[in-house]
């Protein structure tokens, strides 16, 4: 059969990175699997995520994936490079946040990160901001309720708006004109913040730049891949499967069937 794309998160916000996945690699099949159980990462010491993220690598690795996408922020600023020790033989593709051209394309010099708890306090993300953005002024805010707001498929509620504007009202009154995600679930809040924030706000996540990643490491080697257009992507949780799909088909807009991993 050939080995697989493996996409991993603690939640359903790595769909936003599948979604793009798919559309470089539409006869790649992509194995997902979301660490509900365990959910959510972004409040978790960085010990604890890494003994978790080694397990749902563990798995993906029985289903013959490589690479294997960690999309998940917290997952990756926990240890990427750490996993890529521990499994030499699996290529690895973090998802980071795009603070880089936030910053280069920040007229106002001043810019906004969404992420989780743990991400936003992250030595790795601290650092970015040093490297990248230092020349701007930044607001850097851990959001656990709105990857809730994501899980729970509850993003077009006034409940959500309310949330975002708690955080976005005065970095935008003050002329903040970007706003980078930090966390995989927040695509899907994208039309909610443009509602919340104006026209004007620059947005940018790293799906696509995650999703070229994967099709440059296709690209260089492709003779053990798969190669089948009918070939079925596979969903897996740790947890509800049920309400997982309904949820997951929801944000896809698509039907979505989650299986129990274990």
């Given amino acids: 059969m050939g080995q697989s794309i493996g996409v991993f998160d603690s939640g359903l916000g790595g769909l936003s990175v599948y979604r793009e996945i798919k559309k470089l690699l539409p006869g790649q099949r992509i194995i997902y699997f979301a660490d509900h159980k365990n959910a959510p990462y972004g409040t978790r010491k960085e010990k604890e ?3 978790l993220t080694i397990r749902a690598i563990e798995f993906l690795k029985q289903k013959s994936c490589s690479p294997v996408v960690i999309a998940c922020n917290t997952a990756t600023t926990g240890g990427i490079d750490f996993y890529r020790r521990k499994f030499p033989n699996i290529s690895f593709v973090g998802v980071v946040p795009p603070i880089k051209p936030a910053a280069i394309g920040s007229k106002s010099k001043k810019i906004v990160i969404l992420s989780t708890t743990a991400t936003s ?6 650092r970015l901001i040093k490297w990248f953005a230092r020349d701007c002024k930044v607001w850097n805010f851990g959001c656990p309720e709105l990857v809730e707001a994501v899980e729970n498929g509850t ?3 006034e409940k959500t708006k309310s949330m975002l504007r708690r ?3 005065k970095p935008l009154k003050d002329g903040a004109d970007s706003i980078v995600f930090g966390c995989t679930h927040f695509p899907f809040l994208s039309k909610v913040i443009k509602e919340v924030s104006g026209s ?3 947005i940018l996540e790293p799906s696509k730049p995650v999703a070229t990643q994967v099709r440059r490491i296709y690209q260089n080697d492709q003779r053990s891949w798969s190669k089948n257009v009918k070939i ?3 969903f897996y949780t740790s947890g509800n499967s049920r309400t997982i799909s309904q949820v997951a088909t929801k944000l896809l807009k698509r039907g979505i069937n989650f299986q129990n991993a274990y």
């Fill in 232 to 234: 079925l992507d596979k």
């Fill in 167 to 169: 955080y976005l009202d």
């Fill in 49 to 51: 995520i890494r003994n």
């Fill in 200 to 202: 004007g706000i620059k």
């Fill in 121 to 126: 306090k992250s030595k790795y993300l601290k």
């Fill in 155 to 157: 993003v077009d509620r």
